[in-house]
């Protein structure tokens, strides 16, 4: 990471290679995924409009459909799968819905055939895919971010690929380029050097594993300097980051372009742990594995198990850290009630809240193996 410091690239070069590495015309870069999000909104003139989402995603899709003057409009989870069940995203439509969010989530590709055909019926409703977590996966070989008007990307050290901070917004649509360029260029500010923290964060995230900064870091989390950088929500607050108007840096930028370089790789390591994962825990009855799929991109491996927190209790303490990553259902959380509808039901994605665990999968083949080996024991 730290090569990348030496060699510096523009904005405009990380935007130029993510653009080729999606396959699109054109990215504009964004401080976070969600404020990509909140201005492409914008850009497309949406105000008081609905705007469908999954019901199972991360809360801040929400926060900014709320910050842009729209309404969100929240879906359950298909029947075998993580994603939104797009038969009751279509029964959702009305006169004043304005957008559909389409969410490949946990790097399962959002069913292309059937978003085609709601779209048949319902031309004029924008379509933006939610690649944050999928990045380029693809259905039956047609790559996900391009089935729709604009695709965005969250670029946090947690995601596929990174910049340390950042996210991106691309399309193949000049009009819109265009407009949600020259909005960023207005509303975002160059502050970023001087805000300490944040930098202190990036110079702890980018130095190879130097112990004496991870220690000062650790010590500065701790005493909740730069949680706000790696916690995500607060449950009764619709709110954006304090910094989610500060341009993306050049720093973060030649990290992002790296990170390009590499994503070929990354990608086929998560596929190849992901498949080790597949077998390894085969034979464990207690666990639900999930399903292996073409195209699928795994930004998280997740198993369901009878009761998580026991599980990730018995892990930590032989020294295994699991996620728990979507344990809340959006419109269950007080700053979201309001906006559920009578008739509302979001069972399956309470049932997904309650049951997963997502296990590590940067780590060596080596790794997953006893990890494996550990979640036997601990069942
Ligand atoms: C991370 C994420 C985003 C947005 O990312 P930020 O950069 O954190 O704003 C959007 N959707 C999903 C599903 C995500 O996980």
Not at 27 to 40: D, E, K, N, S
Not at 142 to 165: P, R
Not at 234 to 246: N, S, T
């Amino acid at each position: 990471m730290l090569v990348a410091l030496t060699r510096p690239s523009s904005v405009a070069d990380f935007e130029q290679q993510f653009a080729r590495l999606m396959e699109q015309e054109h990215a504009i870069a964004f401080p976070y995924g969600r404020t990509g999000q909140l201005l492409l909104l914008e850009a497309m003139g949406l105000k008081g409009r609905e705007i469908i989402c999954p019901a199972y995603t991360c809360v801040v899709v929400a926060h900014a459909i709320v910050r842009s003057g729209n309404i969100p409009v929240f879906v359950d989870s298909e029947v075998d799968g993580f994603n939104m069940d797009l038969d009751l995203a279509e029964a959702a439509i009305t006169e004043k819905t304005g957008a559909l969010i389409a969410t490949s989530i946990h790097g399962y590709p959002v069913d292309l055939d059937r978003l085609a055909s709601l779209q048949d019926k319902h031309p004029q409703l924008r379509i933006i895919q939610d690649c944050a977590h999928s990045f380029a996966a693809s259905w039956n070989g047609q790559a996900v971010q391009k089935a729709g008007d604009a695709a965005i990307f969250g670029l946090n050290v947690s995601k596929l690929m990174t910049s340390i901070f950042g996210g991106m917004v691309t399309t193949d649509d000049q009009a819109l380029a265009d407009s949600l360029q020259q909005m960023r260029d207005s509303k975002t500010t160059q502050r970023w050097s001087r805000n300490l923290s944040r930098a202190l964060y990036f110079f702890a995230a980018t130095s190879a594993l130097n112990p004496f900064v991870f220690e000062f870091i650790d010590r500065l989390q701790r005493a909740g300097t730069i949680a706000r950088f790696t916690e995500y929500y607060d449950e009764g607050v619709i709110d954006m980051p304090a910094d989610y108007l500060f341009a993306m840096s050049r720093a973060e930028a030649s990290v992002g372009v790296v990170q390009c370089d590499r994503y070929p790789e990354i990608i086929a390591h998560r596929r190849n742990i992901a498949a080790s994962y597949d077998k390894l825990l085969a034979e464990i009855v207690e666990i639900e594995r999930p399903p292996m799929v073409d195209g699928a991109t795994y930004s998280h491996y997740v198993i369901q198990v009878d009761g998580p927190p026991q599980l990730t209790e018995k892990m930590a303490r032989q020294g295994i850290e699991l996620g728990r990553l979507i344990d809340y259902c959006i419109p269950d959380m007080p700053a979201y009630q309001r906006y559920r509808r009578k008739n509302d039901s979001f069972k399956r994605t309470q049932t997904l809240n309650g049951r997963v665990i997502n296990l590590p999968v940067w780590v060596k083949a080596n790794t997953a193996e006893i990890i494996a080996q550990k979640l036997k024991k601990s069942l």
